[in-house]
């Protein structure tokens, strides 16, 4: 059995330390490419964090609601109105707005994001906060992310070392007088990109904490329960016909996708990423496009010798889409190694979500080939040109 060696590999590893360069340079765009995937997939995975997580089939916001993080509050009449309509089984009111929490190890104060609701009903879907239920009945006692970014000080750490008496104290924006708060239990959210923190504590204390800034009529999220046969389309149409124009009725799917939309199209970080995804694509076509066009003025003689022998334009053009199939390859496997590890150390520095996922293993594998067809087409017009009378 006789093994043929490509001819396009045999031309890519002809100059060694071309072909390796070649290779390095494809996969730090692989790598570029991945960065961004993964940094716009843990900015819609984290923006969106408290919608996975909140109990309900339809929810209501007002209509000038923009994100989680802008303050947009309504009625919470509006929420108990929906109760006479068919199909609603149960309402249940959330109050969320920024505060500052004081550290109490350095008496530095940051921002952090205080979730309010009746601890007599489960309104988020998280075990740490089911099980705590009983403790946010107390008053004056909080539920803190032990996923907070660091500058929050070790309260998460202090708590899981059984100190259950740890006072904190919470500070309504531009009030000098803070909030003194109890850390009752530790559960799991996360930051995101405009969120570092995240508290909960019952609908009771939260108004105590803002006494000035929010009444208790006014809500942020009112989370609709449905009857089991209900359909949840024709309920929320119903409801938005209904009810006042004051306010919006989402679907947990449009609420997801309205929030997206949201940091994707409406903020410089969402409009950044997608930029950057782009430029790294039009870079690697360019990159690609150099390497292999060099490659072909330098076998361009060779090139006009196959075609004085015999071998027709589409035999030539087929070694050089090879060539760029096997750059993207040997680019695809370091610079997906080296994602992994950049991934993690980002997760761990950010607490972003910043995973792998097969989707965008897969994105990214496809961008690469087809960037590198791409760029492979654009240099075949070189070839094209090879006549047969330049070896001489």
Known sequence: MNFKIPLAWLQLAQQRIRFLVAVAGI??????MFVQLGFQDALYSSATAVHQKLRGDLFLVSSQYKSLTSSQSFSRTRLYQSLGFDG?????????????LKNPETGEKYSIYVIGFDPG????????????????????????????RPEFGPIAANFDKGDTEQTIEIFPFDAPIGYKVRVGGLFSLGPSFGVDGNLIVSDSTFLRINPNTRPAERIDIGAITLNPNADKEKVAANLEANLPNDVRVFTRKGFIDFEKQYWSARTPIGFILNLMLTMAS?????????????NIATQFIAYATLKAIGYPNTYLLNVVFQQALILALLAYIPGFIVSVGLYDFAMQSTKLPIVMTINNALIVFISAVLMCITSGALAINKLRSADPADIF
């Not at 609603?88 to 500052?100: D, G, I, R, T, W």
């Not at 998280?126 to 996923?147: A, G, S």
């Not at 039009?282 to 060099?294: C, E, H, M, P, R």
């Open 27 to 32: 996969a730090f765009i692989v790598l570029l």
């Open 121 to 148: 009903q489960s309104l988020m879907n998280i075990p740490e906060v089911e099980q705590n239920l009983d403790k946010l009945k107390i008053p004056d006692v909080m539920l803190f992310d032990r996923d907070s």
């Open 88 to 100: 609603v089984e149960s309402v249940n009111p959330m109050y969320l707005q920024f505060a500052k």
């Open 282 to 294: 039009v870079v690697g076509v360019v990159i690609v496009y150099q390497i292999l066009y060099s």
